[in-house]
């Protein structure tokens, strides 16, 4: 298995654009005048359907967001590694309703197909930078180590 790519600035700026792309592509898709149906259905439960997705659609890119805000304030240096680490972990997410999103159109489904693929694009970053960050020594363990060298002498 390739050894993950480490996250840097240029990454979360990248991925940080595309989130605002997409994101905008949601609110656009999901959002409407209360009381109208903006399919021209009156289908109580493609209308379900529709609010529900949207909700989780929105939720995910929410967290998306805020997992890269978070990676840009540890870069510019207004979030400790510590606190990334404590606080910046990517949610695990429950997967849509298979039966729902057959109700929406299919502009809908790709839409919501795009967001979970950038999400767990995201997630397999996470994953790659907390596994990596696990094998290397705390700041603890690290003073141990001097600690310990100076003592030997």
């Known amino acids: 298995m390739a050894q993950p790519v480490p996250i840097n600035p240029r990454i979360v700026e990248s991925l940080y654009g595309e989130a605002l792309a997409l994101s905008d592509h949601v609110r656009a898709a999901f959002s409407f005048p209360a009381g109208s149906d903006p399919e021209g259905r009156d289908d109580d439960?493609?209308?379900?359907a529709l609010s529900c997705e949207g909700l989780r659609t929105t939720t995910?890119?929410?967290h998306a967001v805020a997992w890269l805000l978070n990676h840009r304030a540890h870069f510019t240096g207004d979030l400790s590694e510590f606190q990334l680490l404590?606080?910046?972990k990517l949610a695990a997410l429950a997967?849509?309703?298979?039966?729902?999103q057959a109700?929406?159109?299919?502009e809908v489904r790709a839409l919501i197909g795009a967001t979970e693929r950038?999400?767990?694009r995201l997630a397999r970053l996470d994953r790659g930078y907390r596994e990596r960050e696990a094998y290397a020594p705390s700041a603890v363990a690290r003073l141990r180590d001097r600690l310990g060298r100076a003592l030997e002498h």
């Open 60 to 62: 995910r890119m929410m």
């Open 86 to 88: 404590r606080y910046g």
């Open 45 to 48: 439960l493609a209308r379900i």
């Open 103 to 106: 109700l929406l159109t299919p």
């Open 95 to 100: 997967g849509g309703d298979a039966e729902r």
């Open 118 to 120: 950038f999400y767990d």
